[in-house]
């Protein structure tokens, strides 16, 4: 079964503050990394994405941090704000085999920036 | 341009009913996929289909069917509901399979009794 693994489940940052979410996989078929943002009531939506050949990226306050050895990448969300509140999973897309294209998505984690 | 829309928002079912969830997409994509998300559990993918009239199983496709007769619609049905179903239900979908990223609807918020 491939898995991806991400911690923590909650998170509570001050505003200004930094919030690191981390996620690691365990199978290497995988071969692009993208973040969801949800808030309540609402539908992911891709928040920033990232390659295997890139070991940064970054769009504004947020960055994805990926280490291929280690198989892992978390997302830092610099001058965290209210409106950053929400929950946010990270996800791996299969490549090769009959599902290739499919997410497998990590639990989430629900981040809550207080003013 | 409405994206992905779902239908319906909210629906309370007995165990053992029977229902339809609508999933309708405007961006001519070719990718379509139901999810269930419960909480503590992330997105787990139920079906997909990667065009018209081909689909198949994802990671708990079990008590769910799927059918692609249009690029536009990609119906959810649930053939006899149990507790276990409870959940919200996303519809996605993208381009081509590899293609990002994938548009989510709104979901559909289902108990059931």
């Known amino acids: 079964q491939q898995q991806v693994k991400q911690s923590p489940q909650s998170l509570i940052v001050q505003k200004g503050g930094i919030s690191i979410i981390n996620c690691a996989y365990e199978?290497?078929?995988?071969?692009?990394f993208p973040w969801y943002q949800q808030f309540p009531g609402k539908g992911p939506a891709l928040l920033i994405a990232?390659?295997?050949?890139?070991s940064e990226k970054k769009e504004g306050r947020f960055t994805i941090s990926f280490n291929k050895s280690a198989k892992q990448f978390s997302l830092h969300i610099m001058d965290s704000q209210p409106g950053d509140s929400a929950t946010y999973f990270c996800a791996a897309r299969i490549v090769g085999g009959g599902s290739q294209g499919n997410l497998i998505f990590g639990k989430g984690t629900k981040l809550s920036v207080k003013p | 341009n409405a994206g992905v829309t779902q239908t319906p928002k909210f629906q309370v079912l007995k165990t053992g009913q029977s229902m339809t969830l609508q999933c309708a997409q405007d961006m001519n994509h070719e990718y379509m996929s139901w999810y269930r998300q419960d909480p503590g559990m992330g997105l787990r993918l139920i079906h997909y289909s990667v065009g018209a009239g081909i689909t198949d199983q994802g990671e708990v496709p079990n008590g769910y069917n799927v059918s692609r007769s249009t690029t536009e619609d990609f119906p959810l049905r649930l053939l006899s509901a149990a507790p276990s179903q409870t959940s919200v239900y996303f519809c996605?979908?993208?381009?081509?399979?590899?293609?990002?990223?994938?548009?989510f609807g709104d979901g559909t918020r289902l108990s059931i009794l």
């Open positions: 199978n290497t078929a995988f071969d692009y």
């Open positions: 996605a979908s993208s381009y081509r399979a590899r293609h990002q990223p994938q548009h």
């Open positions: 990232i390659r295997p050949d890139v």
